[in-house]
Structure formats: structure tokens, C-alpha cells
């Protein structure tokens, strides 16, 4: 366990990172807006699910590879936003679909009920294991936070490491069902719904460009 006072700095840390939108709670907007609330939360576990093998990962020492190799680095994040590229036509590409199902399914919530738990689960889980910015972050922050002399690395590592995560869970929940919340009241109005899909579409095409942009920098 790290030293009280490196767990609080770390906290703060973290909380003041995953509270400015990045690419993971963009994912989330864009989800929850083409598919609604349920979608959305669900998306929110899958992505935090996705980081844990990043934490076990960089506790194992593994992580270091991807913080040193300029090709495993690339390979991981091409992979990511490829994904969300074809998410993201997909969602555009299927907007009519999803906004009649959205319009038939009661309880404001707009839902659709053709996307299975396990899908929604699977895709975040995705998005979340192959995002290079999170991976990087752990690598390199990680680490700062532990003290050798109080127990083992690792171990500190998988603390500090679950903390993020139950911090972002919190903030993306938020984020979720804040969106879910406003696909509700355009999906009132008929006419607002051809455009709800596109533009969870478009979001999710912009996050998979920002990931393809993204260099070795925190």
C-alpha cells in the first residue's frame, strides 16, 4: 500500500486529469447519444474493464515495452482508432435504425433495444484496452506515486491503479448518464432524431482521430 500522503496526492492528480473530456469520455458522449442511457453506462464499464489489463500490464513490468517501442506503441494505437473510426460509420451509417428504435422504446431513456448488454460491454472494453494515452499514462505516472521502501511495487501499482479507475467509472458515469439524459429530450421531437445517430457518429470518428494523433507526450 503507498504511503497515505502519496495516495492523496495521487487522487488529486487523477481526479484533475479524467475530469478534463478526453478521448475515453468523448467515446462515452458519442455512445450514449447514438444508442442511449443503457448503451452508454454499459460502454462506461466495458472501457474501465479494457484498463485493468493495462494496470496488470504495467505491474508486471510489461508495460514498459509499450513505453519504449515506437512500433508496439503505433500498433496499439492504429488498432484503437481504427476501431473507432468504423464505430463511428457505423453509427452514421445505421442512424435511421437506431432513432426509430430509440422513438418505440418508453421511459425517456431511448434506448435501443437491439444493442445486447454484451455488445455494448464489448465494444467499450475494446476502446479501453487499446487506448495508447491510458497505457502511457499508467506507464509513466504510475510509478511516480509508489515508495519502494513500503512494500512491493507492484502491489502499490494495483492500488494506484484501481483508484484511476473507480475515479474515471465516476466521472464517465456522470458523463453518461448526462448525454443519456439529453438524447431523451431530442428524442421527443421526430425531427430531432435523424440527426442523434450522426452525431454520436461523428463524435466517435473525432475521438478515433484524436487517438491516430496522438504522440508519446502525457
Do not use: C
Not at 439524459?181 to 461523428?202: E, S
Amino acid at each position: 500500500m503507498p504511503p497515505a500522503a502519496n495516495l492523496a496526492a495521487f487522487v488529486l492528480a487523477a481526479a484533475l486529469l479524467i475530469a478534463v473530456p478526453g478521448p475515453s469520455v468523448l467515446f462515452v458522449i458519442g455512445r450514449s447519444l447514438a444508442a442511449g442511457r443503457r448503451v452508454g453506462l454499459l460502454t462506461v464499464l466495458g472501457n474501465a474493464l479494457g484498463m485493468v489489463p493495462q494496470v496488470l500490464a504495467v505491474a508486471a513490468g510489461v508495460g514498459a515495452l509499450l513505453a519504449q517501442s515506437v512500433v508496439a506503441f503505433t500498433v496499439l494505437k492504429t488498432a484503437g482508432a481504427l476501431y473507432l473510426v468504423h464505430l463511428g460509420v457505423q453509427a452514421i451509417r445505421h442512424r435511421h435504425r437506431a432513432t426509430a428504435a430509440a422513438a418505440a422504446t418508453t421511459g425517456g431513456t431511448g434506448s435501443p433495444a437491439e444493442v445486447p448488454a454484451s455488445r455494448a460491454l464489448r465494444e467499450g472494453f475494446l476502446v479501453g484496452v487499446s487506448n495508447p494515452k491510458s497505457a502511457v499514462f499508467f506507464v509513466a505516472v504510475l510509478p511516480q506515486f509508489t515508495a519502494p521502501a513500503t512494500g512491493p511495487v507492484w502491489s502499490q501499482i494495483l492500488v494506484l491503479g484501481l483508484i484511476h479507475l473507480l475515479i474515471g467509472l465516476a466521472f464517465d458515469t456522470v458523463w453518461a448518464l448526462t448525454a443519456g439524459a439529453a438524447r431523451g429530450w431530442l428524442t421527443r421531437d421526430p425531427r430531432r432524431l435523424p440527426r442523434l445517430g450522426a452525431t454520436g457518429g461523428v463524435m466517435m470518428i473525432g475521438v478515433g482521430v484524436t487517438i491516430a494523433l496522438t504522440d508519446r507526450q502525457l
